[in-house]
C-alpha cells in the first residue's frame, strides 16, 4: 500500500466526539473556577492549590493517558483486561483497609499530592474484561455457565465498592453491564430473569427501608444510607411509634439532611431561562450550596444556576453528542469486542450522567457520584478520559488494518 | 434522525439504546424546564427569603426649637462599639476546634498497620449529640467575642463584660446585624479607641442618634417625651426581618407632631450568607427625616415662669403659669409645676424621679395649663360685669352689700338658701370697688337681674368655654361651662355660683388666658398658637417651611367697647388702686401698667387646719395702653389670688419687659 492509501476519506478520530469533550471540559474548568474562587482567601492561594488550576493538571493527564492508550490497537488491550481486572479487584480490597475516611467512607488512597479512588478505574476494568470475557463466539453465550460467571464478574466488584460505602458507583455497574451483556448477544431470557430478580431485590429493599421497623431490616443500608432514601421518598425519619422528643430531633436531623439536596434544586430552579451570570451565582457565593459539594457531585447545579435552562440545555446537548457518537462508533466497530467495550463506555457515562443530573434536580436521591469531565475530581476525569480513549480506540482501529 | 440513521439498520439492540438514551435525556431536560422554567420564580423567592433580611432604618427625628432658635429638643450622637459577628466567624471555628472535646485513644492496630508504622496512640473528636454539639459551639463563640470584649476594654480602659444570654439571643436572632458592646462611650474612649485603631477586631465606631433636652425640665409639658418605639408607622412595610427602634412621641409636641418630627423610615437589605453573616447591604428606600418644629414659646419667658414658681412656692408647687401674646394668640410661655426632666425617659429614671413621676399627688405627669380645670373664681366676675353691662348696669351706681352676722367685718348674699358669704366687706358698691373688691353680693345681685343670666352663658360660649381648643399637646381637657338650652335645670343658687365663678364650671389655665386676650384687644377670641412652623431639618432644601397662621380670631365676644372699656379700667384699678388695698397690688412694676383680676376659688376639699382648699388665680395683660400680653396664674391649694398668684405674674411680667426692651434695643442697633 501507498502512504497516499494510508489516508482514508474518513477521519481516523471521531472529531464531532473530541469536539463536544473538548466543550465540556472548558465548560468544568469555567465552573470549578466560578464555584470555588468565591473569597478573596481561595484566591490568595498558591495556583497549584486552587481546584480550576488541578482539574486542567488531571485533565492534561487523561488526555495524555487517553492519547497513549489510543497508539495500541483494543486488541492487544484486551489480552491485558483480565491482569487489569484483578489488580483492581486488588486495590478494592486494599481501600477497604488502608484507605482514609472521609464522610463515613472508605474509597480514597491518600498520596499526598491526590486522592486516588480506585473504584473510578475499577469501572473502566470491569468494562473492558466483561467486554473482553463476552468477545468469544456467540454459541459460547449461549451456555449458562458463562452467562454465571460474567454475572460473577459484575458482582464481585459491586460488592467490594458497596462495601466502602459507595452505593452510587457500585449501582452504575449493573445498567453498565447487563446493557454490555445484552448488546454481546446473551440470550434475553437470562438477562430478563437476572434484571427482574435485581428489580425485586431493589423494591424489596426500598420497602424494607420505607415502611419496615428496624428490627426487620435484613439487609443493613448504613444510617446516612436509609436516611438519603427517605429524604427522596419524602418521608419521615422518625418511626411512627417515636415519643415528640424523638420526633422533633428527628425533623432536625431530616432538615439538615434535606438541605444538600434543597439547595441544589433552589439552585438550579433559581437559574430561571438565563440563569444569573457566570460567577453571579448567590447560592454558591453565599455558601448555601455547600461548599465542598457544589465543585464535584453539584457543579450542575452552579452551571444551571448560573446560566440558567440555556446552559444546562446545553450541557445535555454535548453529552448527547458524545453518547450518539458513542453508539455510532459501537455500530461501525469492527467486531464483537470493539462493540461492547464501546457500549459499556457510552453506557457508563450515560448512567453518571442521568444519575447525576437527576440528583441535582431531584429525580434521583443524591449520591455520591461525579458529573464525568465538569465535577472535580482527578481520579473521575482521568478514568473518564481513559474510557472515552478506549471509545475512540475502538473508533481508529475499526477498519483493522 | 441522524443519531439512527448511523446505526446498522438491521441493529436492534444499538437502536434499542439509542432510544433509551433518548428517553433519559428527554427526562432530563423536561425535569429541568420544569424546575428552571416552570417554577423559577417560587425557587428564586427561596433564594431572597434564605439569603436577604430587611432591615428598617430610622429616619433622624426632627427637633423642636424656641421661637428664637434655642433648641428644646435634639438629636445627640452616642458613640456606640459595634461587633460584627461576621468578621468573627473565623475566631469562632478557631476556638471551636480548641475547646471541641476529643479522647485519646490506644488503638489495637493489625499487625500490618502496625508493620507500616501507623501510630498506636491518636486523639480524636468525639463524636457529639446534636445537643451537646450546640452548646460547645455557643460556648466557643461566647470565648471568641468575650477575649475580642476584653481587648477591646483593655484599650478603653473600662472592663467590659459580654453577658452569655444577651450575646447568644443575639447571634441566634439578629446574626446579620452588628453586636453592641458598648454604648454611649465618653470622648476620651472614643480617642483612646481611633489611636489604637483596633478595628482590625471587627469592631467599629457607630454613631446612634439619642434624643437629648438640652434644657432639662423646661417647657417639658409642652415638649412631653418619648419611648423608644418598634412598631411600624403606616405607610412603612410592614414587615421587617429587623427593626431598629426609634422614638415614639407620647405627650406634648412630641406626641403631637409625632409624625412629622419622627419622618419616614427607610428600608436596607442585608445579604447574609448561608450562615446568617453579613455579606452586603443595599439602601433600599433612604429614611427621609423628619421636619423641625419651631414653637411659639420663648425660652427666657418660660424660665422666668418656671422659676418664679420654684422661688416662690418650691418644687413640689402644683400650678400653671400661661403667657399668651393678647394678638397673636402665641403662647410665648406655659409653665405646669410639677415638672419632670424628659431626659429621664432616654436614660433611666432614678428612683426618686421614679417616684415623683407616679406620685397621684404630685401629678407631675399632668400638664396643668391644659390637662386639668379648676373653678374660676372671681377672675371670672370680669365676663360677669360685662354681660351685665351689656344688659344696661349703670356702672357708678351704688349697691349696698349686706352685713354677715357671723362675721361683721365680711358681706353676705341673703337672695338665696343657704346664703352666700361675700369676701368683701358690707358697705356701697359701684362697678369699679366691686371688681376691685371682689363683691359677691354685687355680681350675683346683678348676675341674676333679667337677661344677664343668659348673657354670660352667651359669653362663655363666645369663649369657647367647656370646649376643646385643639392644642396639638394630646393634654387637653374641655373644662364645664353651662350651655344655653338647659335653662330648665338653672336654679337661683345655681346661677349665683357661676355669677362668681363657681359651681357647675370649671376651666384650664389655657382658657383663662384666652379669655384674657380676648378682654384685653378688644373682644377677639383667638385661637393660641403654639407653633409656629414646621420645617425641614437641613436649611438647603427646596422644601418651604409650613407656617402657622398667626392670630386667628375664633370667635368675638361682641360687646361695645364703652363696656370693655369699663372693665378694663376696673382691672387697672385692682392693680392700682392703693386706697382701696387692690388684691391685685404685688403684681406692679415700674414702667408697665398691668391689667389684673384675682380670685380664689373653694374646693370641696378641706386642709389639714380644715379650711377649704383654694384655688387661687392671677389673670392679667400688660401694658393697659396698647395691651400685649396677656398672663394668667394659676396655683393649687394658694393662700389667695393675690397673695400667692400677683407675685409670681411679678416675675414673668419683668421677664416680658425685659425682652421687649432688648428687642427695641436690637432694633436700635440694627437700624
Known sequence: MTPLALKDTSPRVDRLQIVALLGLMVVGVLFIFSATMVSDSAAAQPLVKQLWFRQLVWLGAGLSAAIALCLVDYHTLARWAEPAYWLNILLLIAVLFLGTVRGGARRWFDLGFFSLQPSEFAKLAVILALASFLSRPAEELRLPGNFWRAIGMLLLPFALIAKEPDLGSAAVLLPTGFTMMFVAGVPRKYIFRSLGLVGALVILLIVDVLFAPPIWQPIKLKEYQRQRLLVYFGRDFAPANATPEQKRAARQLQQEKTYQSKQALISVGSGGFWGKGWREGKQTSLGFLPPGAAHTDFIFSVIAEEKGFVGSATVIALYAVVLFTGLRIAGQARDRLGKVLAVGVVTLLFSHVFIN????????????????????????????????????????????? | MIVFDQLKKNDVQLQLLALVFCLGLAVLLIGLWWVQIVNASAHQESVETQAFRSVRIPAVRGKILDRNGVSLAENRPNYNIHLYLEELSPAFRKEYQRIRP??????????????LGFPTVTTQYTKLSIDNLMRVQRQARYNAAAS????????????????????????????ALPYTVASNISMAQMARFEERGINSLGVDLEAQPSRAYPLGSTAAHVLGYVRSDDSSAPNELAYFSYRMPDYRGVVGIEGGFDSQLRGVAGAKSVQVNSLGYRQSETIWEAAESGRNVVLTLD?????????????????????????????????????????????????????????RWKSEELGVQKNRATREHYQAGSIFKTIVALAALEKGLNPLEEFTVDRNPNNPAKGIYNGVRPPVKDTAPPGKYDLERAIVRSSNSYFITNGLRPGVFDKVVELGARLHLGERIGLPLLQETPGN??????????????????????????????????????????????????VDRLESQDHTGFEPPEVFPKGVVRDHLGVSKRNLDIVRHAMLAETEDVAENATGRNVRIDGLRICGKTGTAERDERRADGQFKNTVWFVSYAPFERPQWAVVVMVEDGQSGGATCAPIARDVYLALQQMSRAATNTLATTR
Not at chain 1, 374 to 393: C, E, P
Not at chain 2, 103 to 109: F, R, S
Not at chain 2, 148 to 175: C, E, K, M, S, W
Request: net charge positive.
Open chain 2, 299 to 355: 425660652v427666657r419667658i418660660q424660665k422666668a415662669a418656671e422659676q418664679s414658681i420654684q422661688k416662690f412656692l418650691g418644687n413640689n408647687a402644683r400650678a400653671a403659669i400661661v403667657v399668651m401674646h393678647v394678638e397673636t394668640g402665641d403662647v410665648l410661655a406655659m409653665a405646669s409645676s410639677p415638672t419632670f426632666d424628659p431626659n429621664a425617659f432616654i436614660r433611666k429614671f432614678t428612683p426618686d424621679e421614679l417616684a
Open chain 2, 148 to 175: 475580642v470584649i476584653r481587648r477591646i476594654g483593655d484599650v478603653l480602659q473600662t472592663p467590659l463584660t459580654l453577658d452569655y444570654t444577651n450575646f447568644t439571643r443575639h447571634y441566634d436572632a439578629q446574626r
Open chain 2, 102 to 115: 476529643r479522647a485519646v485513644i490506644t488503638n489495637d492496630l493489625p499487625f500490618w498497620k502496625d508493620w
Open chain 1, 357 to 401: 443530573i437527576g440528583m441535582n434536580i431531584r429525580l434521583m436521591p443524591v449520591k455520591g457520584i461525579p458529573l464525568p469531565l465538569l465535577s472535580y475530581g482527578g481520579s473521575s476525569v482521568i478514568a473518564s478520559l481513559i474510557a472515552l480513549g478506549l471509545l475512540q480506540n475502538v473508533h481508529i482501529y475499526r477498519k483493522g488494518y
Open chain 2, 481 to 530: 361651662f353651662p350651655r344655653a338650652g338647659n335653662q330648665r335645670s338653672w336654679n337661683p343658687r345655681f346661677k349665683a355660683n357661676i355669677c362668681i365663678g363657681q359651681g357647675e364650671m370649671d376651666v384650664t389655665p389655657m382658657q383663662m388666658a384666652v379669655m384674657t386676650c380676648a378682654l384685653a384687644n378688644g373682644g377677639k377670641v383667638l385661637k393660641p398658637r403654639l
